[in-house]
């Protein structure tokens, strides 16, 4: 039974920071894939970023590269995902994925994996 909690989210400035935290249960395989996804009304869930529980390797949206760094505390059961030079463009819902997959791609991700509840952004 995959859990997942996030938390983190606020608001912020244009410009400013936020430190989004995911906490994850229910798996220990170095093969889950983990993510983040954001959402807005009346749009399709997005894929951010993801990242492997059992590697380094990264994927990003074109949208979010060289701002956003996706990273994981294997000894916490915790995922991050650390927003820097925000814009209001990246308002959104933020949600945490999970599953056993690979390669640890959004696409799949979105489509198969275990969600938690999300946690509000906005940037103005």
């Known amino acids: 039974h995959v859990q997942l909690v996030e938390s983190g989210g606020g608001s912020v400035q244009a410009g400013g920071s936020l430190r989004l935290s995911c906490e994850h249960s229910?798996?220990?395989?170095?093969?889950?894939?983990v993510g983040w996804f954001r959402q807005v009304p009346g749009k399709e869930r997005e894929g951010v970023a993801s990242?492997?529980?059992?590697?380094?390797?990264?994927t990003y949206a074109d949208s979010v590269k060289g701002r956003f760094a996706i990273s994981r505390d294997n000894v916490k059961n915790t995922l991050y995902l650390q927003m820097d030079g925000l814009k209001p463009e990246d308002t959104g819902v933020y949600y945490c994925?999970?599953?056993?997959?690979?390669?640890?791609?959004?696409?799949?991700?979105?489509?198969?994996?275990?969600w938690g509840r999300g946690t509000q952004v906005t940037v103005s």
């Open positions: 994925a999970a599953l056993q997959l690979s390669p640890c791609l959004l696409a799949p991700l979105k489509l198969l994996g275990h």
């Open positions: 229910g798996y220990s395989s170095s093969g889950f894939c």
């Open positions: 990242i492997y529980i059992g590697g380094h390797s990264t």
